[in-house]
């Protein structure tokens, strides 16, 4: 079984997986410009949107599109980060009880239940540009097949899902079901660590 077959074996396998798609390489570019244009379109006033994990999945060797719902567990770190050059001023609430651990932090700000600002990195930050950027994440599922390496993972915008998704047969319009990209490259080896 080639890396590929491996990893879609995996995913299918997958609490909250519900399909798999293997992305075409000249689907690359097309995925690329709409996920840039759909967040130039949501830009706000003061503040860049960008989906950086994109230009990570897209550089690897192979990408894959899974349909999920919402049994899927969330990724092992926060997907939305808004930041000052490289200091994080917000990020996604991620982790069970993090809103409420946070919420005796008299220095965090929050958006609702699932964005916390950090009061002194916003203030150093008055004035000057943010970015609300998308981060890429690892995909642990991906990680233990063996001939596989550099693993990263992306949730897209509306758009892409909603194009993607028809391209791949699945519904684009069940609210259930979300997407997510992940990129891969091969190892030498089958069982190396490289």
């Known amino acids: 079984m080639d890396a590929v077959e491996a990893v879609v074996k995996r995913l299918l ?6 399909a798999c798609w293997v992305v075409p ?3 690359r570019d097309s995925l690329r ?7 130039s379109r949501l830009g706000l006033p003061g503040m860049d949107i960008v989906n950086e994990g994109i230009r990570e999945a897209l550089s690897r060797q192979h ?4 349909s999920h719902s919402p049994a899927l567990r969330h990724p092992p770190g926060p997907i939305l980060v808004i930041c ?3 200091q994080i001023v917000g990020e996604e609430i991620w982790q069970p009880g993090q809103y409420e651990r946070l919420s005796k932090d008299p220095t965090a700000l929050f958006l609702g239940k699932s964005l916390v600002l950090h009061r002194e990195a916003l203030y150093q930050a008055r004035g000057k540009p943010l970015k609300l950027a998308y981060k890429a994440l ?9 001939s596989v390496k550099d ?8 758009p892409v899902h909603s194009r993607f998704s028809e391209k791949a047969g699945w519904n684009p319009n069940d609210p ?11 190892s030498k080896q089958a069982n190396s660590s490289d």
């Not at 990408?63 to 899974?66: A, G, Q, W």
């Not at 693993?151 to 509306?158: L, P």
């Not at 997407?179 to 091969?186: A, D, Q």
């Open 13 to 18: 396998a997958t609490p909250g997986v519900v």
């Open 151 to 158: 693993v990263v993972s992306i949730t897209i915008t509306i």
């Open 138 to 146: 690892p995909f642990p599922e991906i990680e233990e097949v063996p």
């Open 33 to 39: 410009e709409l996920e840039s244009s759909a967040n």
């Open 63 to 66: 990408v894959v599109m899974i």
């Open 84 to 86: 000052n050059g490289e």
């Open 176 to 186: 259930n079901l979300g997407t997510v990209l992940i990129g891969f490259n091969e």
């Open 25 to 27: 390489d000249e689907d």
